[in-house]
Nanobody
Framework: QVQLVESGGGLVQAGGSLRLSCAAT????????MGWSRQAPGKQRELVAS???????KYADDVRGRFFISRDNAKNTVLLEMNSLKPDDTAVYYC?????????????????WGQGTQVTVSS
């Protein structure tokens, strides 16, 4: 099965930058869309950014222009460049991916998640 491992979280002052990375490991499926979501204390998890294997991107309104998502299909990795960080960006950031397991009889689609990495932005 495919698993996701995130890294790059940490503590940064407001206005600083961080780079999050996520690597998909394992075999048995094809990876489609990949992205990042976050969950702050007392708030629901929200989609931050996503990217298809063809390069199409989506961003949450409050991060557009500050965050940038990229991926390397050959390495099955996805990156999130976070700039001009604000205290409101403080959250646990989760990598997710859509994995398709298929054969001649049909296919199944799974939405998998990493364990999360903490991002804390101080004022």
């Amino acid at each position: 099965q495919v698993q996701l491992v995130e890294s790059g979280g940490g503590l940064v002052q407001a206005g600083g930058s961080l780079r999050l990375s996520c690597a998909a490991t394992g075999r048995g499926g094809s990876i489609g869309d990949m992205g990042w979501s976050r969950q702050a204390p007392g708030k629901q998890r929200e989609l931050v950014a996503s990217m298809t294997s063809f390069g199409s991107t989506k961003y949450a309104d409050d991060v557009r222009g500050r965050f940038f998502i990229s991926r390397d299909n050959a390495k099955n990795t996805v990156l999130l460049e976070m700039n001009s960080l604000k205290p409101d960006d403080t959250a646990v950031y989760y990598c997710n991916a859509i994995v398709v397991y298929g054969n001649i009889e049909g296919s199944t689609v799974s939405n998998i998640w990493g364990q999360g990495t903490q991002v804390t932005v101080s004022s």
